[in-house]
């Protein structure tokens, strides 16, 4: 059998670093439905080098996370990259320039999308994973969108424009939010956002959701399944709940770990376990690369596995700017970010990227679901002051009347002349 002691997970909807979890798996409902998105014709040459660089940012995201997270992580970093490429479609000049390098957006803008869009649908067949992705656009009451924009983001993202009142009703649009949230995560990931997290100044939150249900290929039988210890990292021992199967996968070993690939039924997913040597993880995380990896997965072989695999519950939330802005992304969150094709007011920042992911794994296999929000403001508080000007309105003058949500002048005059 093999000694659980610290693992690494890496599953296609993200990388989890796990250390000592909430040992209950959430109970979600078995029913799945899934709107397909528009039939786009992709060429899988496009489709390999998206997720060629979903799995770069990926690993440096991972990375940077680790290097300050000290608990448990669990990433989703497909649901952060496709809220920003929503984002991204709105960003101008040198803000979109350093979006497409820091997540390695490769192809052009039309392929990119479409290619996004065609990754969104999940698998066929009766036992393949349930897989369902949903955005949304929440806007403030009275702001416009471009229509390019809204052409775009509903065309390749399915999205859906939810009107809200930030400034006078924040505790109502939150609320929506995180109900919508709850429902496209089947129950996994309930009051999303707090309050505070919001802003009366909001215009936008862009988010996403992803949601993931797969069973093993070859269950564990829960009669095996018992109290083993677990070395924590800090050297504390705890007894959990340990699945045990004797089994026949992809494997592989080198100095310093070894790694095991366990397949979901239907073929098309798989999760990968990673075991480094007893007190070597933060190196073994430091120097984790994209094209190690590969070698590794590529190098794995058949072969006869005792294994022996704790149950875990994880969850983190975490704001993922700071990380961002190590990765590059510094221009889009400072006051001179050009979104000017998100909104023709052109005067919007970004202001946060909240995420939050939860992965769940028992004798059955794995239940898992990423929420990402990104808050999208109009920076009153971070304009330069400027010196106070003089304007009387003490002769003739014209007015005009708009409706913000489509810029058309509902009135308009001409004033000359006023009576006491």
Known sequence: MLRMRYFTVAITLGLAALVGCVRTPPTVPTEEVFDPEPKIDVPEEDLKELARGNNEFAIELFKKVAETEKGNIVLSPYSIRTALAMAY????????????KVLRFTLPDDRLHAALAKSSVGPNGENAPKIRTANALWLQEGVPLSDEFLKLTQRHYNVGVQTVDFATQRNKAVGRINDWVEEKTEGMIPEFLSLNEVAETCRLVITNCVYFKGGWADPFQPSRTVDVPFHNAGGADVAVPTMH?????????????????????????????????????????????LGELTRWLDESEMRSVQLALP?????????????????????????????????????????????????????????????????????????????????????????????HANQGIVFLGLVRSLEK
């Open 89 to 100: 479609a709105g960003a101008r000049g040198e803000t979109k320039e350093e979006m497409k």
């Open 245 to 289: 199967r004797n089994t026949y996968v992809r494997y592989a070993v080198e100095e310093g770990f070894q790694l095991v690939v366990l397949p979901y039924a239907g073929g098309t997913h798989s999760m990968t376990v990673i075991l480094p040597t007893a007190g070597t993880h933060e190196k073994f995380t430091g120097r984790l690369s």
């Open 311 to 403: 149950k875990y519950d994880c969850v983190q939330k975490t704001e993922q700017s700071d990380v961002l802005k190590k990765m590059g992304l510094r221009k889009s969150f400072g006051i001179h970010g050009d979104f000017s094709g998100l909104s023709p007011l052109n005067a919007f920042k970004l202001s946060a990227v909240i995420h939050q992911s939860r992965v769940a794994a028992d004798e059955a296999g794995t239940v898992a679901a990423a929420a990402t929000a990104l808050t999208i403001l109009e920076p009153i508080e971070s304009r330069v002051p400027l010196d106070p000007v003089s304007l009387r309105i003490d002769r003739p003058f014209l007015f005009f009347i708009r409706d």
